[in-house]
């Protein structure tokens, strides 16, 4: 089993900058990579930044690039994984889900897709307006 805990996300001008935590637990944990996928009102959920289990690979959509920044802290059995997300705009809304992939790797070019995911955290809303 393993279990993810999100925190963070709310609402932010365009411009502006957010970061969500998952903190991840469990004994399967060191089997999987873990990310962030987002899904907008009525569109299908899509991939965002994913980080291989032992930390030395990313990957990122090509639409997140550059504005976002996947890290991890190992503490003790938890891992917790962080988003930092800057120059956000309106087309970033949406509610942002922390996943364990069903991989231990994650590295480009090609995203995990979503049913590739193993768990899912419980979601966090994010709001960029004006």
């Known amino acids: 089993q393993l279990q993810l805990v999100e925190s963070g996300g709310g609402s932010v001008h365009p411009g502006g900058s957010l970061r969500l935590s998952c903190a991840a637990s469990?004994?399967?944990?060191?089997?999987?990579?873990l990310g962030w996928y987002r899904q907008a009102p009525g569109k299908e959920r899509e991939g965002v930044s994913c980080i291989s289990a032992s930390g030395s690979g990313t990957n990122y959509e090509d639409f997140v690039k550059d504005r976002f920044i996947i890290s991890r802290v190992k503490t003790g059995d938890t891992v917790t994984v962080y988003l930092q997300m800057n120059n956000l705009t309106p087309e970033d809304t949406g509610i942002y889900y922390c996943?364990?992939?069903?991989?231990?790797?994650?590295?480009?070019?090609?995203?995990?897709?979503?049913?590739?995911?193993?768990?899912w955290g419980q979601g966090t809303q994010i709001t960029v307006s004006s």
């Open positions: 469990g004994d399967i944990l060191p089997h999987y990579a």
């Open positions: 996943a364990a992939i069903r991989f231990d790797t994650c590295v480009e070019p090609t995203f995990p897709a979503s049913f590739l995911v193993g768990y």
